[in-house]
């Protein structure tokens, strides 16, 4: 399959611009899906928060997954898109017991991560099947801003707390039908991850009308050359072989749910970006491009590391630059980063930018959030404007009136 033509792209959509290979998210899905081909009820739900277009969305649907959300809107945006409310999970952190009352009435699958929420849901609708996300105090991701097992996690129900969780679920009588954790991101070793799944079977055995167990996700992609990852086949491997055992224990073929997001549409995407100067310091060479962090915050957020390709001079001679954004603020995508030697009006793509970039997106300093361009079938498709003035001033009140002579005036006094 032909891959996306991001020069082609830049020109014809314009910079800066987000670009999804529709390709590559198909290959993930589907070596996910090998990788536990041997688990009879396997289903991935699409972590909507790393990438949320309604398209891609469409085309997760397409391709038979699920879908994870974290917010009403996700949960709005998963139904627009053509999920059945069924094929939906709803795992919101710290929100009212009204938008999860709101998310049932939907007739998604409820996910609850606290103590309290649980029992007033499990008190006003106890007939209504609900998941019960755990806190396993297993650390599996590599990166602590990223991790959400560790036991100061705001995320889920501490294990310690499981005889407490029991005994609302007793008094309520609640319909729980599944069991939940996520550890973390970029998950490297399998082991640990396995470990906190033994936590997850011993906890589940509490619970006699299960149908799924959802061990999260949080696996790993390469990040430039010879990056380490996740190894799925490995983990498939022996996960489905615990899976199956513990299935055969319990008396039940119950559904094994992973959640993944960044694995799917990470290595997908490329942010493109014009170069406007490239200025020389006394010790540095910049090369400031018309973006920010407010169109690409990770960098500065979590310091995570996009290779960055000059795709209008792929055969230039590498120097060294500091690539930086136009924000009114140390705006730093990369320091003293080999690229191929660039001039004014070059386009610098950034790889693995399908996952958490443009969902995270804003218009800092009153700039536009970019356009969205799909790669599918050999061609590319608009799936989201660059924005205008208008978007900017869209939802403001412009309160003139309150500056008229006379209330000025009275406002001096």
Not at 277 to 295: C, I, W, Y
Not at 331 to 349: K, M, P, Q, W, Y
Request: proline share 3%.
């Amino acid at each position: 399959m032909k891959a996306p033509d991001l020069l082609k792209i830049a020109k014809e959509f314009g910079a800066p611009v987000y670009v999804y290979d529709a390709q590559k998210i198909n290959s993930q899905f589907k070596r996910l899906t090998d990788a536990f081909k041997g688990v009879s009820n396997l289903r991935l739900n699409y972590a909507a928060k790393a990438l949320s277009n309604i398209s891609v969305l469409r085309l997760m649907n397409s391709l038979g997954s699920g879908l994870d959300t974290v917010s009403i809107q996700e949960v709005q945006l998963g139904l627009l898109a053509g999920f059945k409310p069924e094929s939906i999970i709803y795992t919101p952190n710290g929100v009212s017991l009204e938008e999860i009352e709101e998310a049932a009435a939907l007739g998604v699958q409820i996910n609850i991560d606290n103590l309290s929420v649980l029992e007033q849901f499990g008190s006003k609708h106890p007939d209504v099947p609900v998941c019960i996300r755990i806190n396993p105090h297993v650390m599996a991701g590599g990166n602590s801003n990223i991790s959400v097992g560790h036991i100061d996690s705001k995320f889920g129900i501490s294990i310690h707390q499981i005889p407490h969780l029991l005994r609302i679920v007793e008094l309520t009588k609640m319909n729980i039908n599944g069991i939940h954790m996520h550890t973390g991101s970029d998950i490297l070793d399998i082991d640990v991850f396995l470990y906190a799944s033994e936590i997850l079977f011993e906890t589940a055995k509490n619970f006699k009308n299960l149908d799924f167990i959802d061990f999260g996700s949080g696996f790993k992609v390469p990040y430039k050359s010879g990056d380490i990852e996740t190894n799925v086949e490995e983990l498939g491997k022996k996960l489905t072989h615990r899976f199956n055992e513990f299935c055969a224990e319990y008396g039940k073929a119950l559904t094994l749910a992973f959640e993944p997001g960044k694995f799917l549409v990470s290595e997908a995407g490329f942010f493109l970006a014009k170069v406007n100067v490239v200025k020389q310091t006394t010790s540095t060479v910049f090369a400031s491009v018309d973006s920010g962090f407010n169109h690409l915050i990770r960098p500065m957020l979590y310091g995570s590391q996009h290779e960055i390709v000059n795709i209008s001079n792929p055969k230039g001679r590498e120097r060294y630059y500091s690539v930086v954004g136009y924000i009114c603020e140390t705006d730093t995508f990369g320091n003293n980063r080999r690229v191929n030697e660039i001039s004014e009006g070059n386009i610098l793509a950034f790889k693995n930018a399908g996952a958490y970039c443009f969902t995270m997106a804003s218009n800092y300093n009153s700039r536009y959030r970019p356009a969205e361009v799909l790669w599918l079938n050999g061609e590319a498709h608009l799936i989201r404007k660059r924005e205008t003035f208008d978007d900017i001033i869209n939802n403001q009140v412009d309160a003139k009136h309150l500056f008229e002579p006379k209330r000025a005036k009275a406002i001096a006094k």
